[in-house]
């Protein structure tokens, strides 16, 4: 069965130093999104991509982040000067459809920021 | 006030007994989606629903769109169902998910 995966499973930086987290989302599927769990709290959603660019983000989803799909196969999350507070789990999702569509989830990146 | 309240947050069960877990929201939503969330971290999509009922195993969800209410049933529950169960909605006009804090399932044997 077809998955969604994401590379490392696990990234330790230092603060201020640039991240590049990395997915490779089901072939068929047209939309992805970047979601990330502060360790003990709920998903919050980052932002959704479609059509080489950004449909939606969150407040979150600040200056310091950016999406690309720099290939036909993967799907970067990058975070130009990390943050204590960008410690977290980040996954990555796709989905077929726009809208009210189920969504599919990688394993996620614990990514720790010291 | 979070968008998303599920009830209970913790959940201890002796195996074999029939779990229910709730998911109550107050934003107009296109659908739902029920989630499980394993212990080393990876979400795992059970259900994805808009109205009535689906069933998958020992997995059933509902959804009560008029009272902004979904329920997650597992029959016959066994140790491996514990996890962390997560609701979630597509908020009408938008691509994202909003979530629910959890609800953390332990099956005892």
């Known amino acids: 069965e077809p998955e969604v995966t994401q590379t490392p499973s696990h990234q330790v930086t230092q603060m201020g130093q640039e991240v590049i987290l990395r997915c490779v989302p089901i072939?068929?599927?047209?939309?992805f999104y970047w979601y990330r769990q502060i360790l003990g709290q709920k998903v919050e959603f980052l932002v959704s991509?479609?059509?080489?660019?950004?449909?939606?983000k969150s407040e979150i989803f600040d200056d310091q982040f950016s999406v690309e799909r720099p290939d036909g196969s993967n799907f970067t999350l990058k975070i130009r000067s990390t943050k204590l507070e960008d410690s977290a789990m980040y996954f990555c999702?796709?989905?077929?459809?726009?809208?009210?569509?189920?969504?599919?989830f990688g394993p996620g990146t614990r990514l720790t920021v010291l | 006030k979070n968008e998303v309240e599920q009830s209970p947050q913790n959940l201890t069960a002796q195996e074999g007994e029939f779990i229910t877990i709730n998911c109550s929201y107050s934003?107009?939503?296109?659908?739902l989606h029920w989630l499980q969330q394993h212990p080393g971290g990876g979400i795992v999509s059970l259900f994805m629903?808009?109205?009535g009922k689906k069933k998958h195993g020992r997995l059933i969800a509902t959804i009560n769109i008029q009272e902004k209410h979904s329920s997650l049933h597992i029959t016959a529950s066994h140790p491996r169902d514990s996890a962390v169960y997560i609701c979630?909605?597509?908020?009408?006009?938008?691509?994202?998910?909003?979530f629910g804090k959890g609800t953390k399932l332990t099956v005892n044997p």
């Open positions: 934003v107009g939503i296109s659908a």
């Open positions: 979630a909605v597509f908020q009408g006009g938008s691509e994202k998910l909003v």
């Open positions: 991509f479609y059509n080489n660019e950004i449909s939606e």
């Open positions: 999702a796709s989905g077929r459809n726009s809208g009210d569509n189920e969504q599919f």
């Open positions: 072939s068929n599927h047209l939309y």
């Open positions: 629903l808009s109205s």
